[in-house]
């Protein structure tokens, strides 16, 4: 199971790894690469290279050469080892049918301004998290069971809209653990988040699950909503006013003849 599952993993991320390889820089940086492990390496190409090896022998590397590789190989380890773990361990994004709204950085404030008789849930999320692809599944179901008119579902990518984080005070910082957050908007304003915040700034530990349903109060917004929307629908229409006919006294037909 050990060996399976990084085979498993990198054959997953073959075609993400292909694009990423495609574009030239990466092109251009491994053909160097490449180049010169040829020309040091190559007997005819590696004899007239200069070498301070003790045995003289101008096709290996020397102790410079050694301890420079091992320098450069271990920055980029440190710099790439979050990327190449999402790249490879990550869950696959979820495709499957939901009923949320996407919002970008200029139209969510316009869709909590539009209307406040609507409640919105709205999830806050980074791609690269694995809580939020963990979530999503969940929160598209509680999207398909309680959406209605006046209940919604929306999301925003806060690791794309960096501004959107700020205004709505969301840290996509890993050390904070806030991502994913749901924010519940009644009357265009916050009415409460989960996770909650505390004094450092840092998530209180909640664990996103079907217990939004119960800390959302979510069956109780559901039929409430349901019972604005059908007042909203039953309102009677002003019945248009019938014409009466007038009628002429016999007094006025004598006269008139």
Not at 84 to 97: I, S
Not at 131 to 143: G, K, M, R
Not at 183 to 211: C, H, Y
Request: proline share 7%; glycine share 4%.
């Amino acid at each position: 199971m050990a060996v399976l599952a990084p085979l498993i993993a990198l054959v997953y991320s073959v075609p993400r790894l292909s694009r990423w390889l495609a574009q030239p820089y990466y092109l251009l940086s491994a053909l160097l690469s490449a180049a010169f492990l040829l020309v040091r390496k190559l007997p005819p190409l590696c004899h007239g290279l200069p070498t301070q090896r003790e045995d003289g022998n101008p096709c290996d590397f020397d102790w410079r050469e050694v301890e420079i590789l091992m320098f450069l190989s271990a920055i980029v380890m440190m710099k790439n080892r979050r990327s190449m773990f999402l790249m490879t361990c990550k869950p696959p994004l979820y495709m499957g049918p939901e009923y949320i709204k996407y919002f970008n950085d200029k139209t969510i404030d316009e869709e909590l301004e539009r209307d406040k008789r609507v409640t919105w849930i709205v999830e806050f999320f980074a791609n690269w998290s694995n809580d939020c692809q963990s979530f999503a599944p969940i929160y598209a179901d509680l999207s398909l069971k309680y959406n209605c008119t006046g209940l919604n579902f929306g999301k925003v990518d806060v690791g794309r809209y960096t501004d959107v984080s700020t205004r709505y005070k969301v840290s996509t910082s890993p050390l904070t653990k806030q991502l994913p957050t749901l924010i519940l908007f009644q009357g265009g304003k916050e009415a409460m988040r989960r996770p909650q915040i505390d004094k450092k700034g840092r998530a209180v530990s909640w664990t996103f699950s079907e217990n939004v349903i119960r800390e959302f109060n979510l069956n109780e917004l559901y039929q409430r909503a349901k019972k604005l929307s059908k007042a909203g629908d039953n309102i009677p229409e002003e019945q248009p006013v019938a014409s009466t006919p007038t009628t002429v006294s016999d007094g006025e037909n004598k006269k008139d003849k």
